[in-house]
C-alpha cells in the first residue's frame, strides 16, 4: 500500500514515517511540506493512502486532497491535524476524506487505520 505524508510539519513527517516503517505491507512513496508539493505527488505518485494536514504553506490539505481524489478516486485519505474546529471537520469529510483526526490526542488513531488497511489487504 503507497502512502503520501503531506504536513507541514518535519517532526510529524518523520514521527508518522518511523511508525508506519513496522506496519507490513505499508510504503511511505513520499512526503510533502507544502500543500504544492503534496498536490504534484499525489498526481504523479498515485498513492493509495494520503495522511494530510489542513493547514499548509502554498494552500491547504483540501488542496492536496483534490488532487488525491482526482487522480486515485478510491484512495483513503486521513486527514491528522490540530485545526479540529466542526466546521473543518465537516469540510475534509465532505470533499472525501475518510478519517478525520485531532493531531494533539488522536495521533495514533492514523497509525491503527493504516495497520487496519494493511491487514485487510493482506488477508
Known sequence: MKVLIADDSQIVRERLAYLLGDVEGVEI????????????LAETLRPDVAIL???MP??????VLR???????????????????PEARQLCLARGADY??????????????????????TS
Not at 512513496?29 to 504534484?40: F, K
Not at 502554498?58 to 488542496?63: A, N, Q
Not at 490526542?105 to 485487510?120: C, M, Q, T, W, Y
Open 29 to 40: 512513496v513520499g512526503q510533502a511540506e507544502d500543500a504544492v508539493e503534496g498536490s504534484n
Open 53 to 55: 494536514d489542513v493547514r
Open 67 to 85: 488532487s488525491i481524489k482526482r487522480a486515485n478516486p478510491s484512495a483513503t485519505v486521513i486527514v491528522l491535524t490540530n485545526f479540529v474546529d
Open 58 to 63: 502554498r494552500g491547504s490539505g483540501l488542496d
Open 100 to 121: 478525520f483526526f485531532d493531531k494533539s490526542i488522536e495521533f495514533d488513531k492514523a497509525v491503527d487505520v493504516l495497520r487496519g488497511l494493511s491487514h485487510a489487504e
